[in-house]
């Protein structure tokens, strides 16, 4: 449901968008009109300048309008590929139950994979005008291990939630991600992600019961919801050898704290990633066999893509 908001918040936005359009067109239509009809003799100086700002004016406006809808596009793509994720929720119960998971070992770098998400809910905080802080101990360049879908998925439904419990009476609402690595013996790395609110926050009764199948924070209809998303997001982060917990008062916020185990990987400096390519996300595979190994491009999603392997060896994925 999560990413269905987001598509139909950006739809909304592109309505918007659209009829803003058509009225700079028309604008712009109307002085060409007026240019042809009249000869410069006809027109004063001060009317044909006031005719030529409004027009520039106008093809201004109208190119950041342009940019608006591409990046709702964009944000538009991308909440239909976590809508895959979210309709899987239900295979992942059934899994659960029968053990039967298996941890996916992707090579990512958590920055982008953070900035891929917070597109999916870009509009949606922006309608609700809360503002997203980021913030990490190492840099953005930083490749890691580890399994993105369920790292990805968890974020989504902490994030949902921080703006689903927003409190719409503040006037700076916020939600701050933060992410550094913890080292725990010898060789036990793990990444640990904080998301931090200021809405409406938990008593210590609800905080109690939030973990649990099919429990709500508030059950009115307001605020909708399954009660799986963080039944599910503990399940995941469990099964990557982390954990989560939460702090909060009512009135006060929320702020979730939760790791996953992890490896640094080669230091391969990540690109930018432009909107226009975030939501060009991709399946991603590491793989050496033999002395011949892969190359990487990165996804949007953080992660890097293969692109070539040795001459002579070939990659088959297939996935159901």
Do not use: W
């Not at 917990?245 to 690109?271: I, W, Y």
């Amino acid at each position: 449901r999560n990413p269905l908001n987001g598509i139909s918040n950006n739809a909304d936005l592109l309505s918007t968008s659209i009829y803003e359009r058509r009225k700079l067109v028309d604008t712009i239509a109307l002085y060409l009109t007026s240019s042809s009809s009249s000869s410069p003799q006809q027109l004063k100086v001060n009317e044909v300048a006031a005719s030529t700002t409004a027009a520039a004016v106008a093809v201004a406006d109208l190119r950041s309008h342009l940019e608006g809808d591409q990046e709702a596009i964009d944000a538009i793509v991308q909440c239909a590929r976590y809508q895959k994720v979210i309709t899987d929720d239900v295979l992942l119960l059934s899994r659960l139950d029968s053990g039967s998971t298996v941890i996916a070992k992707d090579a990512f770098y958590p920055a982008k994979m953070v900035e891929a998400v917070l597109l999916m809910f870009e509009a949606e905080a922006k309608s609700q005008a809360v503002r997203f802080s980021t913030s990490a101990s190492f840099a953005d360049n930083t490749l890691m291990e580890g399994d993105t879908s369920r790292l990805s998925q968890a974020l989504v439904n902490l994030l949902s939630n921080a703006l689903k419990y927003s409190d719409p009476a503040k006037s700076d609402q916020q939600i701050i991600i933060s992410m550094s690595l913890l080292t725990l013996g010898s060789d036990n790395l793990f990444l640990q992600i904080i998301v931090k609110d200021n809405g409406i926050g938990m008593s210590p009764e609800q905080q109690a019961q939030i973990f649990n199948r099919f429990s709500r924070i508030r059950r009115d209809h307001n605020y909708k919801g399954s009660g799986l998303g963080l039944f599910l997001t503990k399940a995941n982060i469990q099964i990557m050898g982390g954990q989560i917990s939460v702090q909060s008062e009512p009135n006060q916020g929320t702020c979730f704290t939760f790791t996953v185990k992890t490896k640094l990987m080669d230091n391969t400096p990540a690109p930018t990633v432009a909107p226009k390519d975030v939501a060009a996300s991709t399946t991603t595979t590491t793989t050496t066999t033999g002395t011949a190994s892969s190359t990487t491009t990165i996804a949007a999603n953080g992660k890097p893509r293969p692109a070539s392997v040795g001459r002579g060896h070939h990659i088959l994925i297939v996935e159901d």
